[in-house]
């Protein structure tokens, strides 16, 4: 199939490290929207030539993506979505998840995607789910600072190399613990391909989405409501990320009001109202409502991401230095 770049059925490239790894089904970890990730150990019987980055175990994303050859907007965007994957080995920094191995066979109907990459044992959203109920997980709020500066860094590197993320949310973020017990978060999901769609395949149904939608931005909101807007860019993600930072202060100051604003008027944005409306509302000019029990710097940063207006946000690199400053001079 051309749009995948293979001539016959059957063939398997590779791109990446030539680590090889075994798993089986009782080694699942979970199931996203194109895929199911299983941890895999890497084979004793090449441990000899591994490099010393190159881990015991990683997680393998196993995708079955069916092409309808028919369809020339179908054949395009997967050709897309394929074209992507294939650079994912190629992007290496500490705050993004290491694809290690990217293995594509294209098969009568479409390809087979296996994605090898670091194997983290818990997520942004497991913390702060956690934080919630224990107290000294966050005892010092002055943590979330850090943790936004890894975000903004991983975030920068991927603006920096034309990558724009589409989809971050607490599930899409790791956490890695080191040896000495530091933290740090790592930007993973980037072979998400919700997001290398192009607007003409997004759904209309927004109320499908979940919980997604409620990091999204007011034009990725709009592409998936199939209406005329600016098209998604870097700006994007710096909301879904100022709606991050924002929950991770709120979980730190126990005032997860969530809550929407616009000209002084307030709604009550939490489980009780659906998807949809609370869609309609973002894509109406609200934004999310910032406690005045966050600390007011902090506050204001969050503000500067979740502007209505994308042209108002921070940039990557703008966030980042504004983490810095905080960091080293304001709460000294």
């Known amino acids: 199939m051309e749009s995948t770049g293979f001539r016959n059925s059957g063939a398997v490239e590779e791109i990446g490290s030539s680590i090889q790894y075994d798993y089986a089904k009782d080694d699942f970890i979970g199931r996203g929207a194109f895929g199911i990730v299983y941890k895999a150990k890497v084979r004793k019987a090449l441990l000899r030539f591994r490099t010393p980055s190159e881990p015991d ?20 965007n997967w050709m897309t979505a394929v074209k992507r994957m294939r650079q994912l080995p190629g992007l290496k920094h500490k705050h993004i998840v290491r694809y290690h191995k990217v293995s594509i066979t294209q098969t009568s109907g479409g390809v087979t995607v296996k994605l090898a990459m670091d194997y983290h044992k818990g997520d942004l959203a497991s913390f702060l789910r956690e934080a919630k109920e224990n107290t000294t997980l966050l005892n010092n709020w002055r943590k979330v600072i850090p943790f936004a500066e890894d975000l903004a860094q991983g975030l920068q590197f991927l603006h920096q190399n034309g990558i724009i993320h589409g989809d971050l949310k607490p599930e899409n973020i790791l956490l890695s613990v080191s040896q000495n017990g530091s933290e740090k978060l790592v930007i993973g999901d980037l072979d998400d391909l919700v997001q290398m769609k192009e607007s003409a395949t997004c759904s209309a149904d927004i109320s499908q989405l979940r919980g997604t939608l409620r990091y999204m931005s007011p034009e990725m909101l709009r592409k998936f409501s199939q209406q005329e807007a600016e098209r998604p860019g870097r700006k994007t993600d710096i909301w ?27 709604v009550d944005a939490g489980s009780a109202l659906a998807n949809y409306q609370y869609a309609s509302l973002i894509i109406d000019g609200y934004i999310p409502s910032v406690s005045d029990d966050i600390e007011h710097n902090l506050a204001r940063l969050i503000r500067q991401c979740v502007d209505a207006s994308s042209a108002n946000r921070l940039s990557a690199g703008e966030l980042l230095k504004k983490c810095y400053v905080m960091d080293f001079f304001v709460y000294d």
Do not use: T, W
């Not at 202060?249 to 969530?258: D, L, N, T, W």
């Open 57 to 76: 175990f990683v997680a393998v994303k196993v995708m079955h993506v069916a092409i309808n050859s028919g369809i020339a907007a179908d054949q395009e």
């Open 240 to 266: 879904s990320l100022g709606c991050i930072i924002l929950e991770m202060a709120e979980s730190y100051a126990r005032v997860p009001k969530k809550q929407l604003v616009k000209d002084g008027n307030i």
